[in-house]
């Protein structure tokens, strides 16, 4: 029987003890390296990881700084209520005098067509009574 190693039922061997020691103290070295090469890992994968959530968080939080910076460039409503009722008030106001202004200017051009008007009319009948007497003599064969 090769490989098997048969021990005495008597206590065993210094021989048989040492073995056993050194491949109790291999194995518990094996186990030693299993352990901080996981820890290593462990400890690898904890760096990658943390390194992810600090990139994340300061993409939310540069986020959350042009929330707030764009926050602070905002009106708030009842200002914004206020002054946009204003300018609505002074708009009616000046678009009223505008329309009066125009409506004074389309009188006033009114008045100058019609004075104009008569002003030819005038000098229409005016003309043409100091040229009926010369047109008639000449149309009467006058010379």
Request: glycine share 6%; hydrophobic share 40%; net charge negative.
């Amino acid at each position: 029987m090769t490989g098997t190693l048969k021990v005495p039922d008597s206590t065993p061997s210094v021989a048989l003890q040492h073995y056993i020691d050194a491949r109790l103290s291999d194995h518990r070295t094996g186990h030693e390296r299993e352990h901080a090469i996981e820890h290593d890992l462990e400890r690898e994968a904890r760096d990658i990881h943390n390194r992810a959530l600090e990139a994340r968080f300061g993409s939310v939080n540069e986020f959350r700084q042009v929330l707030s910076d764009q926050a602070s460039n905002f009106m708030p409503r009842d200002s914004f209520d206020r002054q946009h009722s204003a300018l609505i008030d002074r708009t009616e106001i000046q678009f009223r005098a505008l329309v009066t202004r125009v409506d004074a200017v389309e009188a006033q051009a009114t008045k100058s067509a019609i004075v104009a008007g008569v002003v030819m009319g005038l000098v229409g009948l005016l003309a043409g009574a100091l040229l009926l007497p010369v047109v008639s003599h000449f149309l009467m064969g006058g010379t």
